[in-house]
C-alpha cells in the first residue's frame, strides 16, 4: 500500500508540473494538495526533490519566475513563496559545486541544478510544519 501511495505521489507531482506550464496553473497546486495529502494518510515522506517543489504553507506549486522568488545569500537559498509570502531557507552544501561560488555577477543567481544540491533545512522555528502533520480526514 505504502508503495502504491509513493507512486501515485509520483504521478501527482508529474502532473503538476505539466499542469504548470499550461494558463491554468491552479489545477498544479491542486495535485500537490492531493500528493501531500496522501504522503499524510498512508505516512509516507515525500522524496526531497518532491518537496523543493512547492510551498508548505499554501501547497502552490513552484514555478520560478512566476510564483517563486529564489535568492542566495552566504550559502543559504532563501526562496519566497509568491502566493503566500512564506520564506523557506535551505542551507546550501559548501563543498558540492565549488564553479558557483565564484560566478561572476550575473542576472542568474539560481543554480541550474538545485534539486541535486544536498542540503539541510532551516525552516524558521515559529512554524514546525512537517509534511506529517496531523490532519483528521
Ligand atoms: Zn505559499
Known sequence: MVRIAGERIA???ALAESESARPHPELANRYVVLARKIGMRYNVRLLPEYRELYCR???A?????RNVRTRLRAGVRVRTCLACGR???TRLHPSRS????SLPAGPSPVSRDEASVAEVELDSPEEQDEDEESEEG
Open 11 to 13: 504521478d501527482l507531482f
Open 57 to 59: 504553507r499554501c501547497s
Open 61 to 65: 506549486f513552484w514555478v520560478e519566475g
Open 87 to 89: 520564506e523557506r531557507r
Open 98 to 101: 565549488p564553479a558557483t561560488q
